[in-house]
């Protein structure tokens, strides 16, 4: 018993100073904390939305249609005299909620799948979990998601679902390798040796190890979730009440024969900067917690 208290302490303590290592390696790279301000910007902007400080007249409709930049609208308006910036700040916040649900849902769904399949290697379950994922990935992810997405297109978060149903399976993927390399360690089998249940075993010794892998997941799912909305929304599949930036780029279709450029410019160019801050976070991240890179 004390073997087994000894080694999980030491467990602990291990993971603790990992976490530690990753966090100063992480502030010492300078393009992925300027990575995580701008993505802290958005943030701001998306709770300012939500709170109801900025971002509510992007439905008002006025007689200035297709106007130019000027002081009152930073990216001019649209075909019915909407103010296109006001469209895009409440967009940002459409981009969050979506991120977040889809990357934590997922996240969370995969990493618990994964750490089953992983445990139980060999056996009936992993065999099931396996199957499954071999099937959602053997299926194109756009065209899977939109299949999703249209035959739930009656339900407010069709969307949601559709994309929770294909992102679990990478992290599900990843976490399973990793657990089955961590079920060999002394301590897990010292826990089942004396009867602890698997179930417990992989809820407080086996997942807490497989957390940071769960975590850059969880923002790659993210990107990928606000990509997708923006796709499958520009498709007509995507957010129907609301605005998002793929409903701006569906609108600046015809804007754009005629002239005038300011929804497309605005939509894409909030899309991409989020998604290449994001990815530089994921990227830094993804260094900072890798345990090779930590030890070396």
Known sequence: MKTILRNFLASESSRESLWSK??????????????LIVVGVYAIIALGVWVGLWGQNWSDISDEGFQGISRDHWFGTNLIGQDIFA??????????????????????IGGVLG????????????????????CIDAIPFYLFVAAIAFAMQDMPYAMHVAMIATFWSSTCRIVRGEVIKIRNLEYIQAAHAIGVKPLTIIYRHVTPNTFHIMLVQATISFVGAIKSEVILTFLGLGVQDGVS????????????????FGNFLAASGFLFVLVIAFNMFADALQDATDPKKISS
């Not at 469209?87 to 969370?108: D, H, N, P, Y």
């Not at 409903?247 to 804007?255: H, P, Q, R």
């Open 22 to 35: 990753s966090f100063r390696k992480f502030r010492r790279d300078r393009f992925g904390i300027a990575a």
């Open 87 to 108: 469209r895009a700040i409440a967009g940002t916040k459409t981009a969050f909620e979506v991120g977040l649900v889809v990357a934590l849902s997922a996240t969370l």
């Open 115 to 134: 750490a089953i399949a992983g445990y139980f290697n060999g056996t009936i379950i992993d065999e099931v979990i396996m199957w499954l994922y071999g």
């Open 245 to 260: 930036w793929g409903t701006m780029l569906s609108e600046s279709i015809n804007e754009v024969l005629r002239g005038h």
